[in-house]
T-cell receptor, first 117, second 113 residues
Framework: AQKVTQAQTEISVVEKEDVTLDCVYE???????LFWYKQPPSGELVFLIR??????QNEISGRYSWNFQKSTSSFNFTITASQVVDSAVYFC??????????????FGKGTKLSVIP | SQTIHQWPATLVQPVGSPLSLECTVE??????LYWYRQAAGRGLQLLFY??????ISSEVPQNLSASRPQDRQFILSSKKLLLSDSGFYLC????????????FGPGTRLTVT
């Protein structure tokens, strides 16, 4: 069975601070995919990134960066110089690489980020 | 570019009434389609997915059903709503290959009274 744990339920930061959202996953698959999604107050989930289990390179996209560590089963997300527009619920998700498991995204319960001006 | 639509945006229905939520995708062909429910507490639960017309897989046995009458149309239905069916229903699509990211629609907020 797959499981995604986002231990931080809610985080508040002051604008321009850096913030890291934690994600720990469990899977028996040797190949799998990890994702991050953003859910602003409007409700629509916005895709941010997909990472393959065989690619442990960290990735940076503007103010966003992701740290994937297979040894600790973690896929953490850092926002640098946070802005009010970053306020949202952020979800980490996991899927298998083949068969029926590849169609199912297992989501964590999300971390609600509030950026205070 | 691809676009995904859902309607209605909000719905208030009494217990025991029927339900029909519709989702359509534009700008792609033969997508995989998904229905999720997000109940209070924010967790997302996959309800159904479809890899083609008439092909529906159910992840959670419950009071709901899904149908895919056309390539880019996905419908979520119920004959008799329960209070526990309240929630935020999200439709999503992905490319017709394994493990691609899913793109979500704007959602339908359903309140069963």
């Amino acid at each position: 069975a797959q499981k995604v744990t986002q231990a931080q339920t809610e985080i508040s930061v002051v604008e321009k601070e850096d913030v890291t959202l934690d994600c720990v996953y469990e899977t028996r698959d040797t190949t799998y995919y990890l994702f991050w999604y953003k859910q602003p107050p409007s409700g629509e989930l916005v895709f941010l990134i997909r990472r393959n289990s065989f690619d442990e390179q960290n990735e940076i996209s503007g103010r966003y960066s992701w740290n994937f560590q297979k040894s600790t089963s973690s896929f953490n997300f850092t926002i640098t110089a946070s802005q009010v527009v970053d306020s949202a619920v952020y979800f980490c998700a996991l899927s298998g690489a083949s068969g029926a498991g590849s169609y199912q995204l297992t989501f964590g319960k999300g971390t609600k980020l509030s950026v205070i001006p | 570019s691809q676009t995904i639509h859902q309607w209605p945006a909000t719905l208030v229905q009494p217990v025991g009434s029927p339900l029909s939520l519709e989702c359509t995708v534009e700008g792609t062909s033969n997508p995989n389609l998904y229905w999720y429910r997000q109940a209070a507490g924010r967790g997302l639960q996959l309800l159904f997915y479809s890899v083609g017309i008439g092909q529906i897989s159910s992840e959670v046995p419950q009071n709901l059903s899904a149908s895919r009458p056309q390539d880019r149309q996905f419908i979520l239905s119920s004959k008799k709503l329960l209070l526990s069916d309240s929630g935020f229903y999200l439709c999503a699509w992905s490319r017709d290959s394994d493990s691609y990211e899913q793109y979500f629609g704007p959602g339908t907020r359903l309140t069963v009274t």
